[in-house]
């Protein structure tokens, strides 16, 4: 000791080009006006956490302090905040809009022209004890939802403004999809939850597609109508036969140029496809057949405040299940290993935990 002041010290991992590491000595950030200090109970590793700590997210660059699904509780509130009080649970809506923008200010946030996003870029994420983050960006959690389920907002956020996007191409939101046929390209976390959130959402006939037998497995298991090999040949052709017809509207969820073609082709005549997945490149498509069926491309990128209510609502009427979702849940020492497993194809979900999260009871 020598007299200085002892700041207070927290745990927190950081990204590096070539490992991932928990330091110890991350200081305590405070809040300040309009902000809030939470503390993390759970925070789920992304696709696009992933794909960023192998260098291959476009837009996320390293090192970073990742997390941006989060569940936590509220542990200090900054000057001027009122809408959440300490000891609330609260996820994270982690978009950071400038609110001054053209799409904030018509309510295209997710959008903005100058848009930051928590635990991907930003200076600080949620695989830390602690962190700070603007109130306006916390949705409060339902008493009725255990956080592990709750893991799952952020995550299905992306799926349910998708859908909505697709279902507005036939004039009515959420609800358009309701009696549609439709294809889900990849079966990863996002195309089970679109599948998941087209069949809440009384979808007609839905064939998947995916690369491996496990998950075209699980895509049956949450009511896939059928699923075909996505290697196979004549790929096109079985979901065609499986569909019955072309079909309404197609989720790509992969994002490379085979899908995307893919897509195009099975789309039916004005029918509507849909690119959710991360693209890594550029794609070169079919623009006669575009323009001659009068297809629609149709981009979503993340979500709304209107898609996590959406999304809490999902998951507490139990339409999706965090037992189908969730494959392995690690305490943060091991986040290194954590990350092995989401980039491992073995795995759906895969959770870091930071506090002691509770469990989902049936
Ligand atoms: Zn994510
Ligand atoms: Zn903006």
Redesign the pocket.
């Known amino acids: 000791m020598t007299g200085s002041i002892e700041l207070p010290l927290m745990r927190r991992a950081v990204v590096h080009a070539d490992r991932i590491e928990v330091v110890t000595d991350a200081p305590v950030p405070s809040p300040r006006t309009d902000e809030v200090l939470v503390r993390s109970v759970v925070v789920?590793v992304?696709?696009?956490?992933t794909h960023a700590a192998h260098g291959r997210h476009p837009f996320i660059p390293i090192p970073y302090h990742p997390g941006?699904?989060v569940v936590g509780v509220v542990e200090q509130v900054g000057p001027g905040v009122t809408a959440v009080e300490v000891g609330q649970r609260i996820t994270v809506e982690p978009d950071l809009p400038c609110w001054t923008c053209k799409m904030c200010t018509t309510g295209r946030q997710n959008l903005c022209e100058n848009l930051q996003f928590f635990g991907c870029g930003w200076e600080q994420g949620g695989m830390a004890d602690l962190f700070t983050v603007p109130a306006d960006r916390l949705h409060v959690l339902p008493d009725d939802l255990d956080d592990i389920t709750a893991a799952l907002v952020?995550?299905l956020s992306?799926p349910v403004h998708a859908v909505r996007l697709a279902g507005e191409a036939f004039g009515s939101g959420l609800d358009g999809v309701r009696g549609r046929t439709a294809v889900v390209l990849g079966a990863g976390t996002i195309g089970l939850l679109v599948l998941a959130v087209l069949k809440a959402h009384g979808v007609g006939t839905v064939v998947v597609t995916d690369v491996q037998a496990a998950k075209r497995d699980k895509a049956i298991s949450l009511g896939a109508d059928a699923v075909v090999d996505a290697v196979a040949a004549d790929v096109a052709d079985q979901v065609r036969a499986a569909l019955g017809q072309s079909a309404d509207l197609v989720v790509d969820c992969v994002a490379i140029e085979p899908t995307v073609r893919l897509s195009i082709g099975l789309a039916s005549k004005g029918g509507t496809v849909v690119v959710v997945g991360v693209p890594a490149a550029d794609v070169t498509i079919p623009l006669a057949i575009v323009q001659d069926h009068q297809i629609r491309i149709q981009g979503s990128a993340t979500y709304l405040p209107e898609d996590y209510e959406e999304s809490i609502r999902l998951l507490q009427t139990g339409a999706v299940r965090a037992s189908d979702i969730v494959t392995a849940t690690l305490p943060l020492e091991h986040v290194s290993e954590a990350f092995d497993l989401s980039a491992s194809g073995e795995h759906i979900k895969v959770l870091v935990s930071i506090g002691a999260p509770s469990v989902p009871t049936a």
């Open positions: 789920g992304c696709g696009s956490d941006h699904e952020e995550p992306t």
